[in-house]
């Protein structure tokens, strides 16, 4: 079972780990990493979705089994916490993987375009509930009946589902299929396996969920009734609808794109001829037709379907080769793995990588630090929400604040979050929620953007710029090129210092005519 495929894919998602240092989305942190560090060692943030008990605890609660493990093993380490998380998630991509290639019936192309896919490789060892949901996709594909009578693959739908219920969309006309080709009665079908898998699924999952809630809750119901009823995932922004068809699965698919067109082509032309690629095609179009309906896009959301349309392209390609010249593939190859691996190390190397660099050195800070007062770091961060990890990642109990952006629950009139306030008037933000005596109750260390340095320039005076780290090419209004952490003046080493040199500019401390100290 175990054979050389599988061993070269954990190769390549292990090799993932290391490679991919780079930030993508919150949710790879703040739905699962600080779930489970709060679970397991009684500190760490939780979003307003886990009050409103619309998360499911299944996937952190396993990364907060591996938390107790290390910790009863002395070897809850900062660096191990972030590091093991990802090595797991790795080794569950790796057998989705061979499971792809099992149902691709072993072909070349199928194993070289699922290592290829840049968009794989760049969020296939990450801690998101998308990966996990991809990663299930995968393996009831590979069961999926297409000349059986076979229902394993309802289980690791059913699970998928409740970790994260929209992605039951993408089997919607796949279920469809089954229920219709089946020599069993539709009635006993959807009874005696899809309801009956279903609920036993079910009593898992909400029996774990309710269990962490502290009552009983239906999560997946609370999920969708928040995301779709209220509609309050467009509070994180809103694309036009033909943004999945302009953008995003252009993007997720990379260069791929161009064989998949030209298979789709091909599976629609002559759909009784490749009727199970007629039917995966099916099952994406539904899918990006339904994700189109809902203000709010993200190319996460197309993971599910990746591999059906990388199923299509291989099985293209299969037959093409058997045709083409062998210069023709070794030029289609060498194309499809050079751009892919040049967006794979881009996006996996360089892009959004300060948020992320600045976490070990405040790790090692919160660890080490105490101020003049012999107080412990307090440190506050000053840029866009959920811009980097929290406590997951520093594994210090010390006090730390973010800027919040919660959406309007209560339909309060001209409504604004946290961040939105900060960023309106960033000083006049300051003199309102930051104290001004005594010293001690201010920060001791401020995490930001560069592009918020001129205009922070007045609170920034009493902290002194302590390192600084590269984070994107392309800098925002709100993103800037490099996150700086800055921390406050000791005033007896500036005192001390001062009495040494003459050169060192050390700013009052206690200025009456600061505006920090007059809000």
Known sequence: MWNRTFWFFVAVRIASVFLVTTWFVPDEYWQSLEVAHRLAFGYGHLTWEWAAGMRSYLYPATFAGLYKLLALVGLDSAELLTLLPRILQACLSAYADYRFHVWCRQSKWSTFLLASSWCWFYVGSRTLANTLETSLTMIALSYFPWASECTRFLWPVALSFFVRPTSVIPWVPLC??????????TWELLLKRYLLIGLLTGALC?????????????????????????????????????????????????????????????????????????????????TVLVYSLLAHKEFRFLLPVLPMCLF???????????????KMIWFTALLILSVNGLMAGYTGLVHQRGTLDVMPYLATTAKDYR?????PAKILFLMPCHSTPFYSHVHQNVTMRFLHCEPN???QPNYLDEADQFYANPMGWVRKNLPVHPLSALPTHVVTFDVLEPQLKDFLSIYQEKVAFFHTDYPTERVGGFVKV?????RNAA????????????PAMEDESDPLYNP
């Open 176 to 185: 469809l299929y089954h229920i219709k080709k089946s020599t069993h009665p």
């Open 206 to 286: 909400v029996g774990v969920d309710s269990y962490f809630h502290g009552a009983v809750v239906f999560s997946s119901y609370e999920f969708l009734k928040y995301n779709v009823l209220k509609g309050v995932g467009s509070f994180y922004g809103e694309h036009p609808w033909y943004w999945y068809l302009s953008a995003g699965l252009p993007t997720v698919l990379g260069v791929s794109v161009l064989p998949f067109l030209a298979a789709g082509y091909e599976s629609v032309r002559h759909r009784k001829v490749y009727k199970e690629r007629a039917i995966l095609l099916l099952s994406v179009c539904f």
């Open 312 to 326: 299509i392209t291989a099985d293209y390609l299969a037959r093409w080769s058997r045709k083409a010249s062998s």
């Open 371 to 375: 101020d003049e007062f012999n107080n």
């Open 409 to 411: 629950l209560t339909d």
């Open 486 to 490: 800055y921390e406050r003046y000791d």
């Open 495 to 506: 005192a001390g210092a001062s009495s040494t040199t003459s050169t060192t500019a050390v």
